[in-house]
């Protein structure tokens, strides 16, 4: 049978069947282990963290934090919010892997996306611990008065968000609104992307606030998507932004309204990670990462115990797994 035939095929099965292409793809932890006392080198750490995003950057021997997990205080009081935390298993992390000789963990910056507790939760624990100190911290404003009714009242974006300030306060740590400027990082050219708010008198949902994070090496592309949606048509207007790349941080987990058809083919990576169990992510956005890239080298860090990318110097990424205690 011809090459051309095969792949219509296997199209044809993914759009009919995405689940049979999807079992392929979450199974059990594809992934080598991390090489073990390996320093200095230009990294990636996307952490276990059940359905919440903690992401360490490492360049030439820095150290960055995008989001910290989700946290177990539950400022409110309410049973839905009564979540599993991961601030200490982030705070052992940082000091595992970015510590110095002397045990303290300097992060040149940390990045809060956005005011959801499974983002930013676990920031007040990381500020505050006496071994860990922050550079500066980019954060854009919470405006309760721009958010839909339903978070205001059953969720606590206003609280995770003032515990955060309050924690960067404490510690003298200054808060930089993000302008959308390039800056460098190490080996790495960072900008952060969806700095402006939707122009609109609707209110949204706090993810169409989300900051993304493009990370550049020599050519090499890595988009962290936050909970970047398409709702307002984000997804839309950053995709020609941001183009190709080598790596995408799935938006929102892999949940329905991110990672649009139109995005994944404008960006149209060559691996995806997914920041989730294996059980809850999405798998007909797998299935449609899978059919548009033509590859399955989707990793979802429930199922790999956590996902270290390697970013060389040649414009290619080496994939690891296995780096979380649990």
Same mark, same amino acid.
């Given at each position: 049978m011809c090459t051309k035939m095969i792949g219509v095929i296997v199209a044809l099965v993914c759009f009919l069947f995405p689940h049979l292409v999807t079992l392929r793809v979450v199974g059990s932890s594809a992934l080598p282990p991390a090489p073990a006392g390996e320093t200095g080198t230009d990294r990636i750490h996307f952490l276990k963290t059940g359905t919440s995003d903690a992401i360490l950057l490492e360049s030439d021997g820095r150290f960055a934090l995008v989001d910290a997990g989700e946290d177990t205080d539950n400022p409110r009081g309410f049973d839905w919010l009564q979540l599993a935390g991961y601030e200490e298993a982030v705070v052992s992390y940082l000091k595992?892997? +970015?510590? =110095?000789?002397?045990?303290?963990?300097?992060?040149?910056?940390?990045?809060?996306?956005?005011a959801h507790s499974d983002h930013i939760g676990g920031f007040d624990t990381v500020i505050l611990d006496p071994d860990i100190t922050v550079g500066r911290a980019y954060l854009k404003p919470y405006d309760s008065s721009t958010v839909n009714e339903y978070e205001i009242e059953q969720w606590d974006n206003q609280e995770v968000y003032d515990q955060m300030v309050a924690a960067l306060a404490a510690r003298d740590v200054p808060v930089v609104v993000p302008d959308g400027e390039p800056f460098a990082f190490g080996n790495f050219t960072v900008t952060l992307l969806n700095t402006d708010d939707?122009?609109?008198?609707?209110?949204v949902g706090e993810n169409d606030h989300s900051l993304g994070v493009l990370l550049?090496?020599?050519?090499?592309?890595?988009?962290? +998507?936050? =909970?970047i949606d398409d709702y307002t048509g984000d997804e839309t207007r950053l995709a020609p932004v941001i183009d190709r790349v080598?790596?995408?941080k799935v938006g929102h987990h892999s949940y329905s309204g991110s990672s649009s058809k139109g995005f994944i083919k404008t960006l149209r990576p060559?691996?995806?990670?997914?920041?989730?169990?294996?059980e809850s992510a999405d798998r007909n956005t797998i299935a449609k990462i899978v059919q548009?890239?033509?590859?399955?080298?989707?990793?979802?860090?429930?199922a790999e115990n956590g996902v270290l990318a390697v970013v060389g110097d040649n414009g290619e990424i080496s994939y690891f797994g296995n780096i979380c205690d649990s």
């Open positions: 595992t892997h +970015a510590a =110095d000789e002397t045990g303290k963990v300097h992060l040149e910056f940390i990045v809060g996306t956005h939707p122009e609109t008198t609707e209110r550049e090496k020599n050519g090499t592309k890595v988009f962290l +998507a936050g =909970d080598d790596l995408l060559k691996a995806a990670v997914i920041t989730n169990n294996k548009i890239c033509r590859h399955k080298n989707v990793y979802i860090t429930g």
